[in-house]
């Protein structure tokens, strides 16, 4: 049972990007969702997260505002837009499946991660 990110790259500031996360497991469409970020040197950190069914998101105060968080149950699939990116947003994006269906921010609470997408954003 994998997930799989895709979309990541090189970007200008300002610039956007859209991140993808394809869930092969059967427990997708029950699962919350949620986007994590590491940066070289840091800690990973949270990003955004989505519940089960799609109507309850949450946002790290660094992304409110710019990252969208969606999913779609038929694909199996949780995305990430990202608009107006900064160098500061450059880190290598995670994402990952919540034993929970409702929203959550810790770590703790998801079971199963991708292996990462790179993202960086020149200035």
């Known amino acids: 049972v994998q997930l799989v990110e895709s979309g990541g790259g090189l970007v200008q500031a300002g610039g956007s990007l859209r991140l993808s996360c394809a869930d092969s497991g059967r427990t997708f469409s029950s699962a919350a969702m949620g986007w994590f970020r590491q940066a070289p040197g840091k800690e990973r950190e949270f990003v955004a997260t989505v519940s089960w069914n799609g109507a309850s998101t949450y946002y790290a105060d660094s992304v409110k505002g710019r990252f969208t968080i969606s999913r779609d149950n038929a694909k199996s699939t949780v995305y990430l837009q990202m608009t107006s990116l900064k160098p500061e947003d450059t880190a290598i994006y995670y994402c990952?499946?919540?034993?929970?269906?409702?929203?959550?921010?810790?770590?703790?609470?998801?079971?199963?991660w991708g292996q990462g997408t790179q993202v960086t954003v020149s200035s």
């Open positions: 990952a499946a919540s034993r929970y269906a409702s929203r959550t921010i810790v770590p703790g609470d998801y079971d199963r």
